[in-house]
């Protein structure tokens, strides 16, 4: 079957290694590199890039929940994964048949998670997750909650059957410019390392302390420990050039029809955008059930052969159309980039409001991966 047919994403697993490499030359001799293939490896494919990932010699792999991580199992991937969000206490038993590594993120699930393992005979592997300033998952320990926070954790990591591998936390502006985000970031830091510290006193020790994701990597090597937990670089972006990263995905597409329509005509639904000249008026193939944004219509180009051509109407559920009137040479079946090469998936997601990272798991399920290496 021609996956080309329609609309397909282009991903180069080459591009992934060659980022898992410079990544890897970035940081510390004899640190471990966590890949984070959670949302599907951002679009790419979380089977073939944790594939890709595992012969390159990374040495842990991250995804949000269960079902990701038993896809991964299914596909033969041996490599240690680390679920960061919450399993229900009645799938301790796959979590640990799996040899998956479970987040723990306050006393109480520790203690539900003890329960299980207790029942079953069994240890379960876990990670210590510390709120230090996201103020999203794990045992908070800011300002007053310390000594708590402290307690909480000890008594988390002295349950029965459970394996305290690892501790880790969150960043929440390690890839914002500007003085107020990095101070925020290295009191984040800082915290994790008194939480560390005064969990020692009591005798508890970890293997791997980990805490920098993207931003930190590229922005506070101090940050980076035991192990790095990087996303977005993997995929090509965040670094700012100082990596020489190179994005993996180019979202595909081609001319399906094309009519010459009037001046004065309104175009698409709503009638929002009206031609203000005789138009040579493309459709192309995809539209926001493929993940293209809605919020994008009439404020991108996509990119021909010949050069960019506008986006002309509201972005449908399967379609959306472009103004090819000054593009002569682009054809009936003529390619369409819509991000990749040609286009930044970065400036793409600018025009809409948003960041890369939606932009790159928003590419439906309907669109088929092409590796193209
Ligand atoms: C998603 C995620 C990451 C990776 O973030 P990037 O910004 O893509 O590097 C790291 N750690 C946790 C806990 C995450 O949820």
Not at 183 to 197: K, N, S
Not at 266 to 279: N, W
Request: proline share 3%; with cysteine; charged share 25%.
């Amino acid at each position: 079957m021609d996956l080309r047919k329609r609309t397909w994403a282009e991903i180069s697993l080459d591009n992934i290694e060659h980022n898992y490499r410079a990544i890897r030359g970035s940081i510390p001799a004899g640190c471990r590199f966590l890949g984070v293939v959670k949302a599907d490896a951002y679009g790419h494919g979380a089977v073939e890039v944790s594939r890709r990932l595992e012969r390159a010699g990374a040495d842990y792999l991250a995804v949000s929940c269960l079902d990701e991580a038993v896809e991964l199992r299914m596909s033969g991937i041996t490599l240690p994964i680390l679920i960061l969000g919450h399993t229900p206490r009645e799938y301790v038993s796959e979590l640990i048949g799996l040899d998956l590594t479970q987040t723990v993120t306050c006393e109480a699930k520790a203690i539900e998670y003890s329960e299980e393992a207790v029942r079953l005979g069994k240890t379960l592997r876990i990670h210590i997750k510390v709120d230090t300033g996201m103020s999203r998952l794990g045992f908070l320990c800011a300002g007053g909650h310390f000594e708590q926070g402290i307690a909480n954790i000890v008594s988390a990591c002295t349950q029965k059957n459970l394996d305290p591998e690892g501790i880790y936390t969150h960043f929440a502006m390690a890839d914002e410019p500007g003085a107020e985000a990095e101070a925020f970031t290295r009191g984040q830091f800082a915290l994790f390392t008194r939480v560390i510290d005064e969990v020692k006193s009591s005798g508890i020790t970890f293997k791997i302390r980990h805490c920098a994701n993207s931003g930190a990597v590229v922005n506070y090597k101090e940050t980076c420990l035991d192990m790095v937990r990087p996303g977005i670089l993997l995929y090509g972006f965040g670094d700012g050039g100082r990596l020489g990263l190179k994005p993996c995905m180019r979202l595909m597409t081609h001319v399906s029809t094309i009519k010459h329509i009037d001046e004065g005509l309104p175009v698409s639904y709503g009638g929002a955008f009206v031609t203000s000249r005789r138009t040579r008026m493309g459709v192309i193939p995809i539209g926001y059930a493929d993940g293209l944004l809605r919020a994008l219509s009439d404020r991108c180009s996509f990119i021909s052969e010949s050069g960019p051509a506008p986006q002309r109407g509201r972005i449908c559920m399967d379609m959306c159309m472009i103004d090819l009137t000054d593009l002569p040479d682009v054809n009936l079946e003529s390619l369409i980039e819509i991000f990749g090469e040609k286009q930044s998936a970065e400036t793409l997601a600018a025009a809409a409001g948003t960041i890369c990272y939606e932009l790159l798991c928003s590419v439906s399920k309907r669109v088929p991966r092409v590796y193209v290496d």
